[in-house]
């Protein structure tokens, strides 16, 4: 995803290590107890934790949630106030609101990068169960066919910057990925997401295409098939883009939903990606993808938003 709220793009790795901070410190364990502390303690008292209030709420509600996630705040600014909030949380600095759009929802801030996207998706799926996942945002475009303000919801996702570099360069490699319900892992160059759940989406775009909002007076049109890719590094680079489109025929890229989909398909949780390209990754041969970024972030966030609300309006109508 591309982080569309800095006008100083080189403040990127700063932020990524700051939010990265933040996660380390909230995942910090208690210190072990000393002799004495433990003596302090009665041997007869049995203490039973409760579970997390966002935990009770969720068991409270006859239906899991669907949880919808995005990077950061601009991206989920059009769902949030959308919502029916409920509770609105905060964990390792992310806001988390739990309550209804049409749907039970969890809506949730990633965090930008791919330890924060992994680590906010196992969260989620730990303490909301939820019944899906959709990753919603902005992305760059790498295929030339795309053009700024299209659609692009990939059947698959790669990490772009797994992998070695040797005399010859960098090579992409598979990943360990472990597998649902059987304590097992097998390496994979890119993990599939949900066929039915991407299926339902391209459906809610189609649906609601009319009402996207134009960029430079061209209404966006949407792409459903072949690959996404991320990684921890903001592309805005034409001779990298090119690498992506010819080594790896992908289709957008962020930095985010990669980690996002093998979260989810080693929990066994059903996941899609729905991204609107803010930018052409450097490729636009005139402008760069942060000035694109820039000028067309908002407009780009909205109509992927409107997917993904379309998309939960359909739901309940086929109930």
Not at 30 to 55: D, F, G, N
Not at 72 to 85: D, T
Not at 282 to 293: D, H
């Amino acid at each position: 995803m591309r982080q569309s709220w800095k006008r100083n793009m080189t403040q990127i790795p700063r932020i990524l290590t700051a939010l990265a901070l933040i996660l380390m410190i909230s995942c910090v364990r208690e210190a072990p107890k000393t002799k004495s502390q433990t003596a302090q303690s009665s041997p007869a008292e049995s203490v039973v934790a409760s579970p997390p209030a966002a935990a009770q709420e969720v068991e409270a509600s006859s239906e899991r949630p669907w949880a919808i996630l995005y990077a950061f705040p601009p991206e989920g600014e059009q769902l949030r106030k959308a919502a029916l909030v409920k509770k609105d949380t905060v964990w390792a600095g992310r806001s988390i609101v739990f309550g209804s759009l049409v749907q039970p929802v969890v809506i949730a801030s990633s965090g930008i990068g791919m330890t924060n996207a992994a680590a906010t998706t196992q969260h989620i799926i730990d303490t909301y169960h939820p019944k899906a996942i959709i990753f919603t945002g902005i992305c760059g475009g790498v295929n030339p066919q795309h053009q700024i303000g299209d659609i692009v919801i990939p059947e698959q996702w790669l990490t772009h910057d797994y992998g070695f570099w040797g005399k010859n360069g960098f090579k992409t490699d598979s990943i360990d990925v472990g597998q649902p319900g059987t304590g097992e892992h097998r390496h994979m160059m890119d993990i599939v997401v949900d066929t039915q759940l991407t299926r339902k989406l391209a459906e809610a775009g189609n649906a609601i295409a009319f009402r996207f909002r134009t960029v430079a007076g061209r209404l966006p049109e949407i792409y459903v098939g072949g690959l996404g890719v991320s990684g921890n590094t903001f592309i805005d680079s034409k001779p990298k883009r090119e690498q992506l489109f010819h080594e790896l025929q992908a289709e957008i890229v962020d930095m985010e939903s990669a980690a996002v989909v093998q979260t989810a398909h080693s929990a066994g949780i059903p996941v899609a990606v729905v991204r609107s390209c803010s930018d052409l990754a450097g490729g636009s041969g005139s402008e760069t993808a942060s000035r694109q970024l820039e000028d067309f972030f908002q407009v780009t966030a909205y109509n992927s938003a409107l997917v993904v609300q379309q998309f939960l309006e359909m739901q309940q109508t086929n109930k």
